[in-house]
T-cell receptor, first 111, second 110 residues
Framework: DVKVTQSSRYLVKRTGEKVFLECVQD?????MFWYRQDPGLGLRLIYF???????EKGDIPEGYSVSREKKERFSLILESASTNQTSMYLC??????????FGSGTRLTVV | EDQVTQSPEALRLQEGESSSLNCSYT??????LFWYRQDPGKGPEFLFT???AGEEKEKERLKATLTKKESFLHITAPKPEDSATYLC???????????FGAGTTVTVRA
């Protein structure tokens, strides 16, 4: 089975801090995604990547950046964390659109 | 822009009380509709993919159906372990992005 691992389940950071969320998948998938999930809003796409060193903006990229230096790892970076970035962050990967696999999520609280 | 609306937001059922969840969508050229289950504090888990109107898929007490405008997830004789949030998503473009609804949270009481 594909495994998508997010490095932290819970994080608490201070406003203004630079925050790194890490995601690793073990099935050689080309496509990786970062979503945030908020009550009543569902999952919203932040950034995605189709290949190493490639990135595309999703629907809500403001305040975020990403890095994909290796195929298996896709990092989400909050350049200067703000309280409105408190959320559940979900990473997903797929070899085709028919097989999205999600990580367990990182619940980030910015205080 | 693809749009997905799920209803109701929340559903409370008695064990054994069958019901249906709705997913209405607007997409230019549906390439697939997906149902996921999400337990509290966890990532979504894949349930079904539907590709064309009239298609049906079943798994245990769950059955998903698809029309040209909406999909239904039917839960037959639910058990407490079916309690979860059920997410609907559509794929309408030439890339691999999915657009998700806000989900329906189902609570099944024993």
């Amino acid at each position: 089975d594909v495994k998508v691992t997010q490095s932290s389940r819970y994080l608490v950071k201070r406003t203004g801090e630079k925050v790194f969320l890490e995601c690793v998948q073990d099935m050689d998938h080309e496509n990786m995604f970062w979503y945030r999930q908020d009550p009543g809003l569902g999952l919203r796409l932040i950034y995605f990547s189709y290949d190493v060193k490639m990135k595309e903006k999703g629907d809500i990229p403001e305040g975020y950046s990403v890095s994909r230096e290796k195929k298996e790892r896709f990092s989400l970076i909050l350049e200067s964390a703000s309280t409105n970035q408190t959320s559940m962050y979900l990473c997903a990967s797929t070899g085709t659109v028919y097989g999205y696999t999600f990580g367990s999520g990182t619940r980030l609280t910015v205080v | 822009e693809d749009q997905v609306t799920q209803s109701p937001e929340a559903l409370r059922l008695q064990e054994g009380e069958s019901s249906s969840l709705n997913c209405s969508y607007t997409v230019s050229g549906l390439r697939g509709l997906f149902w996921y289950r999400q337990d509290p504090g966890k990532g979504p888990e894949f349930l079904f993919t539907l590709y064309s109107a009239g298609e049906e898929k079943e798994k245990e007490r769950l059955k998903a159906t698809l029309t040209k405008k909406e999909s239904f997830l039917h839960i037959t004789a639910p058990k407490p372990e079916d309690s979860a949030t059920y997410l609907c998503a559509v794929h309408g473009g030439g890339d691999y992005k999915l657009s998700f609804g806000a989900g329906t949270t189902v609570t099944v009481r024993a």
